[in-house]
């Protein structure tokens, strides 16, 4: 069974602060990671998509992967108050469908 | 921007009944995905579409659930005889490349199915 665990949290920052997420997944063969973003009641919209360890950043977003340990995190740097969502981790193994965790939900406190 | 559309946004049934979502995926895309979020829960993949075929599909699309592609823009999913444990959020998705090995979805803004 391939898993994605993630902290439910929820996770509370100060605005300006940086908001750190993580994610571990189970399948050793997952080749693609993607960090979503779910606000209540709305669909997942991509942020941030990694398929090499190491760092990528967009903006004031960076995404963090690390296969050896079936690690993925996302930094969000300058925290605003929009950020406030609950954040979702997914993988992929070659062709086969996206398995999302449960997700981290985030607040950004003015 | 290109957008998914899904119809209706928010549907009440009976157990029993059937239901159609219905789906409009961008335009040049051809892998076409349905997921479910049940409410407070992860998002689920129920079933993938290609070429006119499934070309996936989980343990939770069963006999009960199908998918068609009538014609060149929608995309459906039908619940035949619905159950109270189907009240979820539906999305649908869609891609028009496996980048890398996996898909980057777009997802509609989602179809809420209420069974009463």
């Known amino acids: ?25 189970s399948d050793r063969g997952s080749q693609s ?4 973003r779910q606000y209540s009641g ?9 398929y090499s360890n190491g760092d990528k950043e967009d903006g004031r977003f960076t995404a963090q992967l690390n296969k050896a340990s079936q690690y993925v995190s996302l930094l969000i740097r300058d925290s605003q108050p929009s950020d406030s969502a609950t954040y979702l981790c997914a993988s992929a193994s070659g ?10 939900r985030l607040s950004v406190i003015a | 921007e290109p957008e998914v559309t899904q119809t209706p946004s928010h549907q009440v049934t009976q157990m029993g009944q059937e239901v159609i979502l219905r789906c409009v995926p961008i335009s040049n895309h051809l892998y076409f995905y349905w ?20 070309s996936e599909k989980s343990e939770i699309f069963d006999d009960q659930f199908s998918v068609e592609r009538p014609d060149g ?24 490349h496996r ?17 009463l």
């Open chain 1, 1 to 25: 069974q391939k898993e994605v665990e993630q902290n439910s949290g929820p996770l509370s920052v100060p605005e300006g602060a940086i908001a750190s997420l993580n994610c571990t997944y």
């Open chain 1, 42 to 50: 709305k669909s997942p919209e991509l942020i941030m998509s990694i």
């Open chain 1, 33 to 36: 990671f993607f960090w979503y």
């Open chain 2, 35 to 54: 997921y479910r979020q049940i409410l407070g829960q992860k998002v689920e993949f129920l079933v993938s579409f290609y070429n006119n075929e499934i």
């Open chain 2, 73 to 96: 823009s929608n995309f459906t999913l039908k619940i035949r005889s619905t159950k109270l444990e189907d009240s979820a959020m539906y999305f649908c998705a869609s891609s028009n």
């Open chain 1, 95 to 104: 062709n086969t469908p996206l398995v999302f965790g449960k997700g981290t």
């Open chain 2, 99 to 115: 980048a890398e090995g996996a898909n980057v979805l777009t997802f509609g803004a989602g179809s809420r199915l209420t069974v």
